[in-house]
């Protein structure tokens, strides 16, 4: 996913009328107005305020997610330094794994 082209953070919630998110010089970017949405309006004012969450602090969490991945990679190698762990031999290891797993996909989708 192509981020590059996304309105910048910081969005907001504008209530009336509303919900309406806006970007960060005040446009428009998403209305749940009852009239205009599928919704009920404190569906929509959800939605509005979870779209907001999460455009917000996807730096925070993609930031986090290299973090955990470069600590990953040093506790891989600290604790299997001649490469014997193999999967299956141990549950944290696999667990470990599957979990660098999703993040590496994470950071893949983010992209």
């Not at 953070?9 to 504008?14: A, C, D, K, Q, Y």
């Not at 970007?23 to 107005?33: C, D, P, T, W």
């Not at 305020?49 to 990679?73: D, M, P, Q, R, T």
């Not at 506790?75 to 549950?91: F, I, R, T, V």
């Amino acid at each position: 996913m192509d981020i590059s082209k996304a309105t910048p953070t910081l969005w907001r919630v504008g209530i009336n009328p509303g919900p309406i998110v806006y970007g960060n010089s005040g446009e428009q970017i998403a209305s749940f107005i009852p009239e205009n949405c599928m919704v009920f309006p404190e569906e929509g004012n959800a939605n509005a305020e979870l779209i907001c969450l999460a455009v917000n602090s996807y730096g925070k969490h993609s930031e986090a997610l290299e973090y955990a991945k470069k600590v990953f990679e040093a506790w891989k190698h600290d604790a299997n330094p001649y490469n014997d762990l193999q999967p299956g031999d141990s549950m944290e290891y696999d667990a470990a794994c599957i979990a660098f797993d999703k993040m590496d996909e994470a950071l893949k989708e983010g992209k």
